[in-house]
């Protein structure tokens, strides 16, 4: 079993930085593959990016691409999202996700466990 526990959300400005945090616990080794995914009211969840241990790739949504960044320490069991150039439109409840498999996938099918998710509302 994982547990997600995403932390660092909150009301920001438009054009403002924010990073979220994505502690990990558990079977670690069921976490090769760490993903951010964000669901505004009244949308689908959408996929903001991944993260494949080992040097695996990175990818991003191309809504996000050039302004968000994913990073992981192992040792720390814990994953970040660094946002920055925040817009009205990423306003969301941010969700990490944690899949076995080795694959940069964006498909929310693909992931096994979930946190509950921190809230982000950037106001333009």
């Known amino acids: 079993q994982v547990r997600l526990a995403e932390s660092g959300g909150g009301r920001v400005q438009a054009g403002d930085s924010l990073i979220l945090s994505c502690a990990v616990s558990g079977r670690t080794l069921d976490t090769v593959t760490m993903a951010w995914f964000r669901q505004a009211p009244g949308k689908e969840r959408e996929f903001v990016g991944a993260?494949?241990?080992?040097?695996?790739?990175?990818c991003y949504a191309d809504s996000v691409k050039g302004r968000f960044a994913i990073s992981r320490d192992n040792a720390k069991n814990t994953v970040w999202l660094e946002m920055k150039s925040l817009k009205a439109e990423d306003t969301a409840a941010y969700s990490c996700?944690?899949?076995?498999?080795?694959?940069?996938?964006?498909?929310?099918?693909?992931?096994?466990?979930w946190g509950q998710g921190t809230q982000v509302t950037v106001s333009s």
């Open positions: 993260t494949v241990w080992g040097g695996g790739s990175t």
């Open positions: 996700a944690a899949a076995p498999q080795g694959r940069c996938s964006g498909l929310v099918r693909a992931y096994t466990y």
